[in-house]
């Protein structure tokens, strides 16, 4: 029996497990193929420089969940890897020359080996990184499979622009002209891309939503909102004196009889053909104008409102009268058809517009009689639904029937239809970038024509098709992979001519998209992974991230999810059946963690001083894990004193705990000090399993500490001597500290194996149960009160710790000791001190 040292060495005893976790491959998500299973995930790093506290943070979180789920019995997947394409690579090798590839492979270096000393417990025989053409191949192949399913497809139109990055970005990669990365500046230019029809999933996506009873609901209705699913009507209004009309799409049909003019998108193509002579010039410099403005700032209720006449008129389909046709800066040309019909009465936009320009406002919609307002002149646009007075032959009907005679009307005579719209936009995945993967097609002159050349695919054989090594990066001019001859020009796969390949690269997101399934089956290289895997492993239990992936990621692979359901390669539609989103960890002046803060904190050093579990138990142990909280060096040394302290009092008790024969004390046996030991343990390891069902990690801790502190007044304090203790206490003791381990392992899992295994177990933690605790050891929380009579101590009598006064005194007059004394006497007075004593004054 090894007995423990004085000192706690966090370094060698944190090392030393971790070569045995490693070398019993107790971490495996192969090890019990009986058990059921649960697949714990946490979003993968993009490796930069090198682990930080946020990195820290989250895999601890999942590492809790993990390491107890593998403890009640479950087949535990939590694997790990890089998502180690993508622009930031690119661009330090732009400053200082170092190829991505180098400095990715150092980096993904570091972020291993600072996982391991955290002593995460992943199955690193499934560590993958999307850079490895193994990985991305299946990217290739993906997008192969969705162009025959016309799931992706080439556009020419307007898209995000970040100068800064020099590349398209995703609607979902803007937020206020804000670029992910966190460059302003975001513009729109018209350009030639690849997109992945997400738009057809939009119905299935929204739809899942209600399934995910499990996610953050500020995550669903996030999605709910972007997806904007939208119930309205198509109406055709023809233009004056031309051949076509202009289609708006509305949600209120019901207010068409108030039309005073319509707006369409100045962007839209229509624009230019219906524009008068007259306003050609001044419609085409608002134009210019607006293309160089922020789509957000356009539209923001707060926005100027701006406009021109474009000189045209066109025809109301209902009415037959004649409206005024204007481009104004909040219409959008790819939102519903990129037009609307104005009302200016009824909606707060149109009314501004109309009172700035001095177009008609015309009222077909009043509050009911008698209601607010119902007598008071329009001062603003008045947009509920009250009483239509001129909703034509459905005039005086409630709205929504009137909408629905007005689109039966519109689809007898042919001007119209009733039509949903979405905001979300197909996914734009076409970067102008070198570190992404290229994408497997082929534009052929011969059979397509050279300015509009066909489209071949890159037949599968042929997959991967590397990213070539030789590339000049300078940020500047065309796309890297434009300027390399060797990989741009090739043979036609089709017809054999000289033909030219793809320059733009994916977008990182399509990597991190599937990732999740690649886990099942890493090294599968005959397809992205195995039918039978995939049954087994999805969808993932519980994933668990960062909450600003809400429109991104998380929509993303949910959309990849489908199309892998619809390939065959799995039955789930849902990725994730669990969302965990962690806040985020501050420097130690309160703000945000960023090196242009210069307040970045980096585990490397604190793994030196205190070891990994002191750090583990900080991130855990500093609030509520969605909550933010503040790097603190003081909390930290606090945690390792805690830990400390417990290797401390099991040191103290250690030959007591060995000499204990398990099973000694049964409920109810033994002193009353063992008793009150064994139901600290076990109203510990309630509080603790709870705590941890529960996602409350900072509880549990604290659970952990009022243990310790419960153990330290039980058994006096360390500067006495031992008290004697009998067997039951012995028993008891050794329980409290079987009990201590096991709870403390997902927290701090390296000194709970090092008392573990002190306790003489052969097993380690991962590989033993969970224990269970005894309910009729979990009875309410009791105190002692001490029972004086005249100032006198007579009697201690237990009661619940909710008890109030006249509970305590009632028991403790029921004390037989102390009715002795009370006995043939006046009680003059009752003194009750809470949570000590009771006082009986007697003469
Ligand atoms: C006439 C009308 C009258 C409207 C009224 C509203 C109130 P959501 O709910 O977001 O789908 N709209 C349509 N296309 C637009 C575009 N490309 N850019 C800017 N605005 C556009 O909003 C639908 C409403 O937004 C539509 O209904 C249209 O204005 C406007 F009393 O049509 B409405």
Redesign the pocket.
Known sequence: MRTPAERYDPVEVEARWQRTWAERRVFSADLHPDRPKDYILEMFPYPSGALHMGHARVYSIGDVLARVSRMQGRAVLHPMGYDSLGLPAENAAIKDGIHPRIRTARNTESFRAEMVRMGFSFDWSRELTTSDPGYYRWNQWFFLRMLERDLVYRRRGLVNWCPTCATVLANEQVDAGVCWRGHSGVTQKRIGEWAFRITRYADDLLAGLSELTAWPERITSMQRNWIGR?V?AEIAFPVVGRAFPVRV????VD?IYGCTYLVI?PEHPLTEQLVSARQKAAVAAFAEKMLRSDRVAR?STTAEKEGVDTGAFATNPFTGEQVPIWVAN???AD??T?A??S?PA??ARDFAFAKKYALPIKVVVRPAPGAKGADRELEEAF?SYGVGETGGPASGLPAAEVRQRLIAEAEAKGFGKARV?YQIRDWGFSRQRYWGTPIPVVYCPHEGTAEDPKVIPVPDSQLPLVLPENVELTGQGAPPLAKLKDFIEVSCPSCGKPARRESDTMDTFVDSSWYFARFLDPHNDREPFGAAVAKRWLPVDTYIGGPEHAVLHLLYFRFWTRVMNELGLCDVKEPARRLITQGIVLGNDGEKMSKSAGNVVSPGPYLDRYGADALRLFVLFAGPVDHDFAWSDSQVDGLFRFLTRIWRFFGRFHGEIVAAKPNESLPGEGTPRARSLRQLSHRTLKRVTDDIERVHFNTAIAALMEQLNGLSAAMGPEDKPLPVVDDSERAALREAFEVQATCLSPFAPHLAEELWSLLGHERTLPESAWLKFDPALVVAESLVYAVQVNGKLRAEVEVSASAGEAEVVAAAKADAKVLSHLEGKTLRKTIFVPKRLVNFVVG
């Open positions: 939208s309205g799409f509305t949600t209120r207010t998108a539209t909040f219409v959008l939102y519903g990129g609307v019909m009302v009824h909606d947009t719209t």
